[in-house]
C-alpha cells in the first residue's frame, strides 16, 4: 500500500512537471507573441497629464484610455512598428510611429479653438462654434505674464479693449475701454464676473478723500496667478444677459479648480529690478542762470548771475534724479490642488511686494484664496468659492485741494531749482530758498510725508446644483464682496505737501485719517435645460432671477497746527484745531429676471436670443425698470455638404450677425430725489446753521441705453494653422446723463437729465498663426488690430461744454456735438512773432502785448484777430488703431516668446512739458529753451524769455502719443523628465524676463501710456508727469510636485 502511494505520489509529481513545462512552454510562445507597450500623454504646454486620451493602435481594433496619470498600456500581439492614432477633446489629433518597445511620452497640443473650445459666456459656457456673440478668449501665456494687476494684462489682448495705466506707480489704476466709451459723465468701464459674481471696479470705494493723489486700484487686491481664463464679452449678443450693466463690456473670469488625479504642490515666483526707462531733459545750473538773466533782460532789469557766476555754479543739483532708485519687485505663490471622483479643491497663498522707483512709494499684497467643489451625489453638487487679501499701497501726493496750479510731489521736484541745494554740508535736508519764506525742498516732501492707503477685500460665493431630472438643472448662488479701506495722511510741518488748501507749513502739520467699508450682496436663482432631439437639434433654456444689494458708509477727519510731528496722524486731537469732519453713505438695489435660448441645428445653424430685465433702486420712480433683449445669429458654412470639397484648406468658416440693447447702470445714487445740505443764513440779525434745497427730484430719471449691432467673420485654414476673426460694430449710446444747467433765479445750478447721445463705430481683427509645427520646433505668432471711431451725436439744448478745470485753468478739452468725447481744444501755431510780422500788423493774441519772439498764433476765423473763437480741435486722445503682435516659441526644452503692443493716433496733452517751457525765476525749465528767442539766437524755436508769460494751450504742447512698446520678453527652460524623476517633481521651469523694455515714440514726456484723471473719460490724455516709466527684468521658477 505504502509502496503504491509512493508510486502514485512519483507519477502525480511526474504529470505536474510536465503540465508545468507544458504551461511553461505555451506561455513562452504567448509572450513571445503579446508585446506591452506602455506610453503617457501629457498637454504640450503644460506637460499635465491628459486623463481620459484615447489611444488607438492604427489598423486595428485596440484602443486604450489614459489613466489619471496620462498613462496607458497595450498587451497586443502587434508588432513593432506600429502607429498610435492619439486623441482628446479640445486638442489635436495626432500619428505617432512607434518602432521599438520602450515607454514614450505623447504631447498633444491643443486644438483649434474655434472647433473645440467650450468658452464661458454670461451664466453658463457654449460650445465656441455655436457662439453667435463677440467672445474673445485672452491667450493664457499672456495669463502667465508677471503683473502687479489682472487688468494689465488685458492690455493688447484682445482685439476692441484699449487698456491705458493712468501712471507707473505700483498699484496704480487703469483705464479701459470695450470698444470705445459709451458715457460722457459716468462709468466707462466694464463689468467684471469673477466665478460668477458680479463686482464693478469702483475705485470710489477705496478713496475716503483722506488720501492725496491717485486712486487706489480695487482690482489689484486680486493675485492675477489665481486665474485660469478670461473672456471679454463685447457685443449685445453676448452682453444683454448682464442686462444694464452690460453696455461697457463684460470680463468674465474663472479662476483656477483643483482636477480629478494625485494631489499636485506649486511653488511659482520671481525677483526682479526695476529701473526708469526715460528722464527728462531739463536745465543745469549754469543753464538756467542765463534764463534768469534772460527774463530779467526781456524786463529792462539788470542781469541776476555774472558770467564768472554762472560758470562757478556748473551742472547744480539733480533734483530728477534726486528721488529715483532702482526697486525690487518680488512674487511668490504656492499651491495645493487635488481631487477624485466626488470633490475637487485649490488652495493657494501669495505673497508680492513692489518698491517705487520714486522713493517712499510701493504697493504690496497679501492674498489667500480656496476652491472647492463637490458631487454630493449624481444629482446634486455644491461649490464654495473664498478669497481674502491685504494690501498695502504708498503713494506720492497730488495736487492740494482746490489748488490754483497743478501740483504734485513728483513734478514739483522736478521743476526745483538747480542752484538750490538739495542737502546742507551737514548732510541734513535744505529747506531755505531765496525765493519763498517758507521751508521748501521737494525731495524731502516725499520722503517725509505719509500718504497710505490700506485696503482689504473679502469674497466669497456658495453655490448649489440640483439635477431635478436628467436634463433640468436648477442652480442657486450667493455670495458677497467685502471692501475695507483705510487711508492715512500726514504733511508734517517742516514740508511744502498738500494740505487741505494750502501745505503742511503754513497748517502747521496736517493730518487726515478716512475709512471706506463697501458691501455687495449677490444671490442668483437659475434653472437650466439641456436637450439633444436625434443628435440633430440641440437647445439650451436658461431662466433666472437674481438680487443685488450694495451699500458705502465712508467717514474723513483731518486737523491741523499739531504743537509737534510725532503721532502724525495717530492723534487727530491732539492738533489745534479740526479742519474736516464728514461722513457719508449710499446703498442700492438691483433686481432682475432674465431668460436666454439657445438653439443649433446640426451645429451648422445657430441663434442665441436673451432678454433681461432689471429694476434699479437708483432710478426715478417713472423709470425703475429697464428691458435689454437681443439676438445673435450664426452660420457654420464649413459643415455645410457643398463645403467639404474645401475642407482640405478651410477648416471653419462661420458667418454671425447680433444686435441688442444694453445699459449703463452708473447713476449716482439718489440722484433722482430731492436733496438737502446745510447751509448758514441771517435769522433775526444773527447767523445760523439750516438746512436749503439744492437737488430738484427727476422721476423720470434712467439709465443710459446703448444699441448695438455686430457682423462678424471667423476662418480657419488648413486645420487651424491659421485663424482670422473679422467683427464690424456700430453703437449707440441715447439718454445720456448730463447735468443741465438751470436759470439763477430757480435757486438751482444744474439738473442731473438724460439727454445726450454718442455713437462708437469700429472693426477688429485678429490673426493667429501656427508658422512652424514639429516635433522639437514649434512656433506661433498673433496679431490683433482694432479701430474704433468715437463722436458726440447731441448734447440735448446745449451744443458742446468745457468739462470742469482745477481752479485757474484754462480746460484743455471739449465736448461737442461732431467731435470724439473729450477733443483737445487751444490754438494752432507758426512759429514765433517776427518784426516783420508786427510791422504788418499781424494778428496777435487779443489783451496781450506780444513782442517779437512770443508764440505767433493762428488767425484760424480770418477776421484779422487772434481771440478765443480761434480755438479749434486739435485731436484726441483716443487713438485710431491700437494692435498687438505677439510670438511664442519653442525649441526642445527652451521657449521663448515676446508681445508687442502700440497704439497708432492718438493725442496727449503734455501739460508738464508746457510748464517746464514757462520761464520764471524760481524753478527750472526744459532743455527745449536752450533754442529759445533772443538778441543773440534770432533763429530760436521757443518763445523768448519773459517773466509774464501768458500760457495757452497750444498745438505745440498737443503731442503725437503713437508708440509701440516691447512689452514683454521672455526665455524659460522646462527640465527634462530625466531631472525631474530625480528630484521627484512633474515640473520644472525657469525663466529670464524683461517688460518695457523697449519704447518707440515721438512724444517727449517720460510715457505715452498715462492718464492724470484716471478714468475721466472727458479728460483722457492729459499727462503732468506724475511718475516716471519704468523697465523691469525677472528671474522666475515654477516647480510642480
Known amino acids: 500500500m505504502n509502496l503504491f502511494q509512493r508510486y502514485k505520489k512519483y507519477l502525480a509529481g511526474k504529470l505536474l512537471l510536465f ?21 503617457k500623454v501629457v498637454d504640450d504646454r503644460t506637460k499635465e497629464p491628459l486623463v481620459g486620451a484615447v489611444v488607438h493602435i492604427k489598423g486595428t481594433t485596440h484602443h486604450v484610455v489614459a489613466d489619471e496619470e496620462g498613462a496607458f498600456t497595450f498587451i497586443t500581439g502587434q508588432k513593432v512598428p506600429v502607429v498610435y492614432e492619439v486623441s482628446h477633446v479640445g486638442y489635436e489629433t495626432r500619428e505617432i510611429t512607434v518602432s521599438d518597445y520602450k515607454p514614450i511620452d505623447i504631447r498633444l497640443k491643443q486644438g483649434n479653438a474655434q472647433l473645440s473650445d ?87 470705494f477705496t478713496n475716503s478723500g483722506a488720501s492725496n493723489g491717485s486712486s487706489v486700484n480695487a482690482l489689484a487686491t486680486i493675485n492675477p496667478s489665481d486665474i485660469e481664463s478670461i473672456e471679454i464679452l463685447k457685443d449685445a449678443s453676448a452682453t444683454a444677459i448682464y442686462g444694464s450693466r452690460g453696455a461697457n463690456g463684460v470680463v468674465v473670469i474663472t479662476t483656477r479648480r483643483g482636477k480629478k488625479g494625485t494631489d499636485e504642490f506649486n511653488y511659482s515666483g520671481y525677483f526682479g529690478k526695476q529701473q526708469v526707462s526715460k528722464k527728462l531733459d531739463l536745465l543745469n545750473a549754469s543753464q538756467w542762470a542765463a534764463l534768469v538773466n534772460d527774463i530779467n533782460y526781456s524786463d529792462g532789469k539788470a542781469a541776476t548771475f555774472s558770467d564768472s557766476a554762472i560758470a562757478a555754479l556748473g551742472s547744480g543739483s539733480d533734483w530728477q534724479s534726486s528721488a529715483l532708485r532702482d526697486a525690487p519687485v518680488q512674487n511668490h505663490e504656492l499651491s495645493l490642488a487635488g481631487g477624485d471622483d466626488k470633490s475637487r479643491y485649490l488652495i493657494s497663498g501669495n505673497y508680492f511686494n513692489q518698491q517705487g522707483t520714486v522713493l517712499n512709494t510701493g504697493f504690496k499684497r497679501y492674498s489667500a484664496r480656496l476652491n472647492y467643489e463637490r458631487n454630493v451625489t449624481d444629482r446634486f453638487k455644491v461649490a464654495a468659492n473664498i478669497f481674502g487679501s491685504r494690501s498695502l499701497e504708498d503713494k506720492l501726493t497730488g495736487s492740494p485741494f482746490n489748488s490754483i496750479n497743478f501740483s504734485g510731489a513728483y513734478p514739483s521736484l522736478v521743476q526745483s531749482s538747480p542752484v538750490a541745494l538739495i542737502k546742507n554740508g551737514d548732510g541734513t535736508y535744505n529747506t531755505t530758498s531765496p525765493y519763498t519764506s517758507q521751508p521748501t525742498n521737494p525731495l524731502l516732501d516725499i520722503i517725509a510725508t505719509t500718504n497710505r492707503s490700506y485696503l482689504t477685500r473679502v469674497m466669497g460665493s456658495a453655490s448649489a446644483e440640483y439635477k431635478l431630472w436628467k436634463e433640468l438643472v436648477l442652480k442657486v448662488t450667493g455670495g458677497v464682496d467685502l471692501i475695507n479701506t483705510k487711508q492715512n495722511y500726514y504733511a508734517p510741518s517742516y514740508t511744502n505737501s498738500p494740505a487741505g488748501s494750502s501745505n503742511g507749513y503754513t497748517m502747521g502739520g496736517y493730518g487726515s485719517v478716512g475709512t471706506v467699508a463697501a ?18 437639434h440641440f437647445v439650451n433654456l436658461l431662466a433666472g432671477y437674481t438680487t443685488q444689494f450694495s451699500k458705502d458708509e465712508s467717514a474723513v477727519a483731518s486737523s491741523q497746527k499739531f504743537p509737534n510731528d510725532l503721532t502724525t496722524y495717530n492723534n487727530l486731537s491732539y492738533a489745534g484745531s479740526a479742519v474736516l469732519s464728514l461722513s457719508d ?69 462661420k458667418l454671425r450677425l447680433t444686435a441688442g440693447k444694453t445699459g449703463n447702470s452708473e447713476v ?19 447767523l445760523v446753521t439750516g438746512i436749503s434745497p439744492v437737488q430738484l427730484a427727476n422721476p423720470n430719471l434712467k439709465w443710459e441705453t446703448t444699441t448695438q449691432y455686430n457682423a462678424g467673420v471667423d476662418v480657419g485654414l488648413f486645420n487651424g494653422r491659421i485663424n482670422l476673426t473679422f467683427d464690424a460694430y456700430y453703437k449707440k449710446t441715447s439718454d445720456l446723463l448730463l447735468y443741465v444747467p438751470f436759470p439763477l433765479y430757480t435757486g438751482y445750478t444744474s439738473q442731473l437729465e438724460n439727454v445726450g447721445s454718442v455713437e462708437n463705430k469700429g472693426v477688429e481683427l485678429g490673426l493667429s498663426t501656427e508658422n512652424v509645427k514639429s516635433k522639437n520646433f514649434n512656433w506661433r505668432s498673433t496679431f490683433l488690430i482694432a479701430a474704433n471711431r468715437n463722436k458726440v451725436l447731441s448734447l440735448g439744448a446745449s451744443s458742446s461744454y468745457f468739462p470742469v478745470a482745477p481752479t485757474g485753468q484754462v480746460s484743455p478739452v471739449i465736448v ?35 513782442k517779437v519772439g512770443d508764440t505767433k498764433y493762428v488767425d484760424y476765423t480770418g477776421d484779422g484777430a487772434v481771440t478765443t473763437a480761434d480755438k479749434h480741435n486739435l485731436g484726441s486722445a483716443q487713438p485710431k488703431f491700437t494692435a498687438s503682435f505677439s510670438n511664442n516659441i519653442s525649441w526642445k526644452h527652451f521657449d521663448l516668446s515676446f508681445f508687442i503692443q502700440g497704439s497708432y493716433g492718438n493725442k496727449l496733452f503734455n501739460l508738464l ?58 526665455l524659460g ?27 518707440l515714440t515721438h512724444y517727449t514726456g517720460y510715457n505715452p501710456e498715462v492718464n492724470f484723471y484716471d478714468n475721466d473719460n472727458t479728460k483722457q490724455g492729459i499727462d503732468y508727469g506724475i511718475y516716471p516709466a519704468t523697465r523691469t527684468f525677472l528671474a522666475g521658477v515654477n516647480i510642480t510636485f
Do not use: C, M
Open 118 to 204: 467650450v468658452v464661458v459666456v454670461g451664466y453658463g459656457t457654449q460650445r465656441r462654434s455655436d457662439v453667435s456673440g463677440a467672445v474673445t478668449t485672452v491667450p493664457k501665456n499672456l495669463l502667465t505674464q508677471p503683473a502687479t494687476s489682472f487688468d494689465n494684462l488685458l492690455q493688447g489682448a484682445v482685439p476692441g479693449v484699449a487698456v491705458t495705466q493712468s501712471s507707473a506707480q505700483p498699484g496704480s489704476t487703469a483705464s479701459i475701454r470695450v470698444r470705445g466709451g459709451n458715457s460722457i459723465s459716468f462709468g466707462n468701464e466694464p463689468l467684471y464676473v469673477i466665478d460668477g459674481f458680479i463686482i464693478y471696479n469702483n475705485n470710489s
Open 973 to 999: 527652460y522646462n527640465f527634462s523628465s530625466t531631472i525631474l524623476s530625480k528630484i521627484r517633481a512633474k515640473q520644472l521651469r525657469v525663466y529670464v524676463s524683461a517688460q518695457n523694455l523697449l519704447t
Open 913 to 970: 512739458q508746457q510748464k517746464l517751457e514757462i520761464p520764471t525765476i524760481s524753478l527750472n525749465a526744459s532743455a527745449a529753451l536752450l533754442n529759445r528767442y533772443s538778441a543773440t539766437n534770432p533763429n530760436g524755436t521757443v518763445a523768448r524769455a519773459t517773466n509774464s508769460p501768458v500760457p495757452q494751450v497750444t498745438d505745440r504742447y498737443i503731442e503725437d502719443g503713437s508708440y509701440a512698446k516691447l512689452k514683454n520678453i521672455t
Open 19 to 39: 503540465l508545468s513545462l507544458l504551461f511553461s512552454t505555451f506561455l513562452s510562445i504567448a509572450q513571445n507573441n503579446n508585446v506591452q507597450l506602455i506610453g
Open 668 to 686: 449716482p445714487p439718489y440722484s433722482s430725489l430731492a436733496a438737502l445740505a446745510p447751509t448758514n443764513y441771517y435769522f433775526n440779525s444773527t
Open 519 to 536: 458691501v455687495s450682496w449677490l444671490n442668483e436663482n437659475t434653472l437650466t435645460w439641456d436637450h439633444t432631439w436625434q443628435n440633430t
Open 585 to 653: 453713505a449710499h446703498q442700492s438695489t438691483l433686481n432682475s429676471y432674465l431668460a436666454r435660448v439657445n438653439y443649433s441645428y446640426l451645429h451648422k445653424y445657430n441663434i442665441t436670443l436673451s432678454e433681461r430685465a432689471d429694476g434699479s433702486s437708483r432710478l426715478g420712480a417713472n423709470n425703475k425698470w429697464g428691458y435689454f433683449p437681443s439676438i445673435g445669429l450664426s452660420w457654420n458654412i464649413n459643415k455645410e455638404d457643398f463645403f467639404q470639397r474645401f475642407d482640405r484648406y478651410v477648416s471653419n468658416l
Open 816 to 850: 461737442q456735438v461732431g467731435l470724439p468725447v473729450g477733443t483737445f481744444w487751444g490754438y494752432s501755431t507758426n512759429g514765433l512773432l517776427t518784426a516783420e510780422d508786427l510791422s504788418k500788423g499781424a494778428p496777435v493774441l487779443a489783451g496781450v502785448a506780444q
